[in-house]
């Protein structure tokens, strides 16, 4: 399950942060990926929402700086 | 009552952590703990100011009965009410009188001031309060007891002045098994962390306010400062805020490790950062996420959403993602610190600050800034946002916006720039062919000529623990786990440890303190 999520927020990820060389794993937090500050984390927010059709809770977000817990709240969203 | 103050120190900390002990020691439950502690911490409380006590008890379980109604029945004007609750305490004792004073001017009329005075804390138990609803209504705090929740409140190391603590964070804490059992470590860590604060308050932060006060305290009254003066005053001002409030932070979190609880960190040696956004990660860092997740994030969302989905071009996008919502949320912060438009330009310029670095940020390539950071170095860049700091705390210090633009304009040279006459070799001629530079007596309103050299010499040491010493996380990072690890490793690699070195050094810095106690100087933050 997980790693078909990764494989799908993977270039959305490499769009926002305009950087194709990332490749992402659970473990990768916002100090691994150059330029994801607070605004850039909105857009990916926004991206992904767009591109997978889910919402995320706005007092939620602030929390989801690294990729496994992204990849937990996005299946929640899609489980649901 | 105040941490640097002999009752306290000598009376109630004493008396609080002995019975803390002996309750554990004679095996009563956990909740006698718990209690005591709440008793302890209204006791402080009620100190400053009995009455008051009323609002900060009524505020606690009223809070506490919305957020449990609120896990049952997820309603929205249930939360509306709930918050509108709190709002409207913060707004009367906090903002009536400021929104009087502004509809009598554009009214121009008069309205009779009602005598507020404001109670401590309550900027700071009102933000608390409101994120423990705001995650009642997703059903996250239904397993909370009264009196934990009543605990985590009113705790007393962190009531009046933060840090600005999270209850996902702090009730976990106090329900663990292993809260308010004995553990030495926590008590010598603890304490030693206190004292570190207290040292950095009561040693550092006052003996600059002997000098920052007549200076600042002049240009209130109107009298015109030189150039050196005016900075001399705001660079020291600058140091005595953080040791200020940093120092009462560290306090803050040696006192709840005493008891067994981490409070987060709330500062990370700011004034290294190299740019406006991380100074803000690193500066009163509680205060700053709150600021992001409650008001900026929800609004830049929206706009953001509605930037993506339209597909606007990308002046209009950084005016809805970044421009209105960053002046919203920061002036809004401003506001926060006190109920004058000083505090709302204060907040408004941060805003700014963090529009235009976002604005160099997005439209310069990563490569280009590269360049620039290693042409530049980090010390421009740091002295940069030191600047930037410097002159925005014109606006917190002064009473008055006419004050803080007088101060301004003298610091920036509109009323002359005059330079002691050793300086005359290192500043080319032909600045000074002009006028624009004078030579003579710098400093000729006597306000810092008792003794301005020891000024400087102050400085500088307060500079060398700025930039070289180990923030207390890194000084105690073996000892005193918290979540949050930064960058910026300090050049000077010291940890406290249990051994003899560490002992002498906090002896040293505890004694200091407490000879240095003289009458009671408040906290800066207190007001806030």
């Given at each position: 399950?997980?790693?078909?999520?990764?494989?799908?927020?993977?270039?959305?990820?490499?769009?926002?942060?305009?950087?194709?060389?990332?490749?992402?794993?659970?473990?990768?937090?916002?100090?691994?990926?150059?330029?994801?500050?607070?605004?850039?984390?909105?857009?990916?927010?926004?991206?992904?929402?767009?591109?997978?059709?889910?919402?995320?809770?706005?007092?939620?977000?602030?929390?989801?700086?690294?990729v496994g817990d992204l990849i937990d709240y996005i299946e929640s969203q899609i489980n649901q | 009552m105040?941490?640097?103050?002999?009752?306290?120190?000598?009376?109630?900390?004493?008396?609080?952590?002995?019975?803390?002990?002996?309750?554990?020691?004679l095996n009563f439950d956990k909740k006698y703990i718990i209690l005591w502690l709440i008793f302890s911490s209204l006791f402080f409380y009620g100190w400053w100011n009995p009455p008051y006590l009323i609002l900060l008890i009524s505020s606690v379980v009223i809070n506490y009965f919305f957020g449990q109604l609120l896990n049952r029945q997820k309603s929205s004007i249930i939360l509306i009410l709930s918050i509108s609750f709190n709002l409207v305490l913060l707004g009367y004792f906090k903002y009536f009188?400021?929104?009087?004073?502004?509809?009598?001017?554009?009214?121009?009329?008069?309205?009779?001031?009602?005598?507020?005075?404001?109670?401590?804390?309550?900027?700071?138990?009102?933000?608390?309060?409101?994120?423990?609803?705001?995650?009642?209504?997703?059903?996250?705090?239904?397993?909370?007891?009264?009196?934990?929740?009543?605990?985590?409140?009113?705790?007393?190391?962190?009531?009046?002045?933060?840090?600005?603590?999270?209850h996902k964070n702090i009730m976990p804490q106090i329900n663990d098994a292993s809260f308010g059992c004995f553990?030495?470590?926590?008590?010598?860590?603890?304490?030693?962390?206190?004292?570190?604060?207290?040292?950095?308050?009561?040693?550092?932060?006052?003996?600059l306010s002997g000098y920052v006060g007549p200076v600042l305290d002049a240009n209130e009254v109107g009298i015109q400062l030189t150039y050196i003066e005016s900075w001399l005053g705001m660079i020291a001002y600058s140091f005595q805020l953080y040791f200020d409030f940093s120092g009462y932070s560290d306090m803050a979190v040696g006192l709840a490790r005493i008891f067994g609880i981490i409070l987060?960190?709330?500062?990370?040696?700011?004034?290294?950062?190299?740019?406006?956004?991380?100074?803000?990660?690193?500066?009163?860092?509680?205060?700053?996420?709150?600021?992001?997740?409650?008001?900026?994030?929800?609004?830049?969302?929206?706009?953001?959403?509605?930037?993506m989905y339209k597909r606007l071009n990308s002046v209009s996008t950084f005016g809805l993602t970044v421009f209105i919502p960053m002046l919203y949320a920061w002036g809004l912060a401003g506001l926060w610190h006190g109920a004058a438009w000083n505090f709302i330009i204060f907040g408004l310029m941060h805003g700014f600050y963090l529009i235009i670095y976002q604005l160099w940020s997005q439209t310069s390539k990563p490569k280009i800034q590269s360049k620039i950071f290693s042409f530049l170095g980090n010390g421009l860049s740091i002295a940069l946002t030191y600047l930037c700091v410097v002159f925005s705390w014109v606006f917190f210090r002064t009473n008055s916006v006419e004050s803080a633009l007088s101060l301004?304009?003298?610091?920036?040279?509109?009323?002359?720039?005059?330079?002691?006459?050793?300086?005359?070799?290192?500043?080319?001629?032909?600045?000074?062919?002009?006028?624009?530079?004078?030579?003579?007596?710098?400093?000729?309103?006597?306000?810092?000529?008792?003794?301005?050299?020891?000024?400087?010499?102050?400085?500088?040491?307060?500079?060398?623990?700025?930039?070289?010493?180990?923030?207390?996380?890194?000084y105690f990072k073996f000892h005193h786990n918290t979540t949050e690890r930064m960058d910026h490793e300090s050049k000077i690699k010291i940890y406290w440890g249990h051994n003899i070195f560490s002992a002498l050094v906090i002896s040293i810095l505890a004694t200091l303190a407490i000879m240095h106690l003289q009458g009671e100087s408040e906290f800066l933050y207190y007001q806030f």
């Open positions: 399950m997980s790693s078909k999520v990764i494989s799908q927020i993977q270039p959305i990820f490499q769009q926002v942060f305009n950087n194709s060389e990332i490749s992402l794993s659970r473990e990768t937090t916002a100090q691994d990926v150059e330029g994801w500050d607070s605004l850039n984390h909105i857009r990916l927010i926004i991206s992904l929402e767009m591109e997978l059709g889910i919402t995320f809770d706005s007092n939620e977000v602030a929390e989801l700086t690294n | 105040l941490f640097n103050s002999y009752v306290f120190l000598f009376g109630f900390l004493p008396a609080v952590i002995t019975i803390f002990y002996l309750i554990q020691k009188n400021f929104f009087l004073e502004n509809a009598a001017y554009f009214f121009d009329t008069s309205f009779n001031f009602a005598n507020i005075i404001l109670p401590l804390a309550i900027s700071f138990f009102t933000f608390q309060q409101i994120i423990y609803l705001l995650d009642s209504a997703k059903g996250l705090t239904a397993k909370y007891k009264f009196h934990e929740y009543a605990l985590f409140v009113t705790f007393f190391p962190q009531l009046i002045a933060g840090p600005i603590v999270n553990k030495v470590e926590n008590l010598a860590v603890g304490i030693s962390i206190f004292f570190i604060g207290l040292f950095k308050k009561v040693v550092i932060a006052d003996t987060p960190v709330n500062f990370w040696s700011p004034f290294r950062s190299r740019n406006i956004a991380e100074f803000w990660r690193k500066w009163h860092i509680t205060l700053s996420d709150f600021i992001k997740n409650y008001l900026f994030f929800p609004v830049s969302m929206k706009f953001t959403r509605i930037a301004s304009k003298t610091m920036i040279g509109f009323y002359g720039i005059t330079l002691p006459e050793s300086f005359k070799a290192f500043i080319p001629s032909f600045l000074s062919e002009n006028n624009f530079i004078q030579y003579g007596s710098a400093l000729q309103n006597g306000l810092l000529t008792s003794n301005p050299e020891n000024l400087i010499y102050i400085l500088f040491a307060c500079s060398f623990i700025i930039f070289y010493m180990p923030n207390i996380f890194e």
